[in-house]
C-alpha cells in the first residue's frame, strides 16, 4: 500500500511538472496537443494517401515534397518578420486557417501539378508555423517561463503524436479512399479547431506587433540573415537535430539491411523514444533558461549523440539478442542528446533574439532545422547504408565537433551584442 501511494505521488509530481499552468500556457498546451494529433494523423497516413488513393507515383511524390520544403524555408523569414510587425497571434491564425484550407484541398487533387501546388502551400504554412508559435509562446508566458513551457509542449506533443499515429494506423488498417479521405479532413478541421483555441488567448497589452513595428527595412529584408553569429549558432543547433532523420531513416536501413536484429524492433525504439521524450523533456530543459547554459547542453547534445553512434557502429552481425542490446543502449544515449539538443535549441532561440525581433529571429533558427530536414535523410542513407561502420564513426565525429562548437559561437555573439548594444542609464 505505501508503495503504492509513493508511486501515485511521483505520478502527481510529474503531472504537474508536464502540465502547463492555468491560463495562457494551458491554452498554448491545448494548441500543441490539437496540432500533434492532426500532424501524427497526416504523417503516418500520408504516404498511402498520395501515392494509393492520389494516385501520386512514389518518385513524384518524392520530388514533390523536395520542392515543397526549398519553398518552406524560403519563406520562413518573411513570414516571422511578418509576425513582428502584426503580432504573432494573428499571423498563426490565419495561418491555420489557410491549413485547414490547403488540407481540404488535397481531396480535389487530380493531377501532379495540383499535387505540387498544394504540397508546396502545406509546406510554407507548417515551416512557418514553429517559428509563429515559438514567438507566441514568448509573448505569452514571458522570459522566465519560456523554456520551461517549450519543454512541456514538447512532451504534450509526442504525446497527441502518439494518439494520431494510432488513428491513421486504423485508417490505414481499412484501407479505403474514404478512410483516407476521412482524415486528411480531420486534420483540416483540427485546424479549426485551432483557430478557435487560438482565438480564446489573451496577449498581453504590453506584447505583439507594437515594440517590433520599427524593426529595419521590409518584411522580405532580414536584419537577422545579416547576423552572421546567430546564424552560425542557429546552423550549429539545427545540424545537431540530424538525430532526427538518424532515428526515422538511418537506424531503421540499418536495422534491416545490417544488423540481426528484428525489423520490429524499429517501431520499438521510435516508440520508446517518444515515451522518453514525454516523460523527461520537462526535467532536462531547466539547465537551458540561459544561452550559457543552453550551450553547454548543446556540447553535451554533441557528445551524446556521437556516442549513441559509437554504439550502433557495433551493433551489426553479432546475433539477435546482441545486436538488439546494443541497438537498444545506443538509443536510450541518443535520446539523452535529443533530450540536451532540445533544451538548448529553446534557450539559444529565444534568449540570443533581441527583444521584439523573436518573430524573425524564430524564424532564421528554424532555417538551420530546415536544411537538416532537407538534407539529412539523404546524408544518413549515403553514409549509415553506404559506408556502414566508417559512416556512423564519421557522424559520430561531426556530432562531437559541432557540440564544441557551440560554447565558442554564443560567447563571440554574446559580447558582440554588449558591445552594440546601449547600455541601460
Not at 287 to 299: D, E, F, I, Q, V
Request: glycine share 12%; charged share 10%; proline share 4%.
Amino acid at each position: 500500500m505505501a508503495e503504492a501511494r509513493r508511486y501515485a505521488g511521483v505520478l502527481r509530481a510529474w503531472f504537474r511538472e508536464t502540465l502547463p499552468a492555468a491560463g495562457n500556457a494551458r491554452r498554448l498546451g491545448v494548441l500543441t496537443l490539437i496540432q500533434s494529433l492532426g500532424l501524427g494523423v497526416f504523417l503516418t497516413s500520408s504516404a498511402v494517401f498520395f501515392t494509393r488513393t492520389l494516385g501520386i507515383p512514389a518518385q513524384r511524390v518524392g520530388l514533390a515534397l523536395s520542392v515543397a520544403g526549398l519553398c518552406g524555408l524560403l519563406c520562413t523569414v518573411p513570414i516571422g518578420r511578418l509576425a513582428d510587425r502584426l503580432g504573432a497571434g494573428r499571423v498563426l491564425t490565419v495561418n491555420f486557417l489557410l491549413a485547414a484550407v490547403g488540407f481540404t484541398a488535397y481531396c480535389l487533387v487530380d493531377g501532379f501539378a495540383g499535387f505540387l501546388a498544394v504540397a508546396c502551400a502545406i509546406a510554407v504554412l507548417e515551416t512557418s508555423a514553429g517559428a509563429l508559435q515559438a514567438s507566441l509562446t514568448d509573448a505569452l508566458v514571458g522570459e522566465a517561463e519560456r523554456v520551461r513551457v517549450s519543454a512541456q509542449m514538447r512532451s504534450l506533443f509526442n504525446l497527441g503524436f502518439l494518439g494520431g499515429a494510432a488513428l491513421a494506423g486504423a485508417a490505414i488498417a481499412a484501407g479505403t479512399p474514404t478512410a483516407l479521405y476521412s482524415v486528411v479532413l480531420a486534420n483540416a478541421a483540427l485546424q479549426l479547431v485551432s483557430v478557435a483555441v487560438l482565438l480564446a488567448m489573451r496577449l498581453p497589452a504590453d506584447a505583439g506587433p507594437r515594440a517590433a513595428a520599427e524593426a529595419p527595412g521590409g518584411v522580405l529584408r532580414s536584419a537577422a540573415l545579416r547576423d552572421v553569429r546567430y546564424v552560425g549558432v542557429a546552423l550549429v543547433c539545427g545540424a545537431l537535430e540530424l538525430y532526427h532523420p538518424l532515428l526515422t531513416v538511418g537506424l531503421p536501413l540499418w536495422i534491416v539491411t545490417a544488423t540481426d536484429a528484428p525489423a520490429l524492433l524499429v517501431s520499438g525504439l521510435l516508440i520508446l523514444d517518444t515515451v522518453l521524450v514525454l516523460l523527461f523533456q520537462v526535467a532536462v530543459s531547466r539547465g537551458a533558461r540561459t544561452p550559457a547554459g543552453a550551450a553547454r547542453m548543446l556540447r553535451w547534445a554533441g557528445w551524446a549523440l556521437g556516442a549513441s553512434c559509437l554504439v550502433f557502429a557495433v551493433s551489426g552481425g553479432h546475433g539477435v539478442l546482441l545486436d538488439s542490446a546494443a541497438l537498444l543502449g545506443g538509443a536510450l544515449v541518443l535520446v539523452l542528446g535529443e533530450l540536451y539538443q532540445a533544451s538548448a535549441s529553446w534557450g539559444l532561440s529565444f534568449g540570443l533574439a533581441p527583444a521584439g525581433r523573436q518573430g524573425e529571429y524564430q524564424a532564421v533558427f528554424s532555417l538551420g532545422r530546415g536544411l537538416q530536414q532537407f538534407a539529412g535523410p539523404w546524408l544518413m542513407t549515403s553514409l549509415v547504408v553506404g559506408a556502414a561502420g566508417t559512416g556512423w564513426l564519421v557522424l559520430a565525429a561531426l556530432f562531437v565537433l559541432l557540440g564544441f562548437a557551440a560554447p565558442p559561437l554564443v560567447r563571440g555573439l554574446e559580447k558582440a551584442r554588449a558591445r552594440t548594444e546601449p547600455t541601460p542609464a
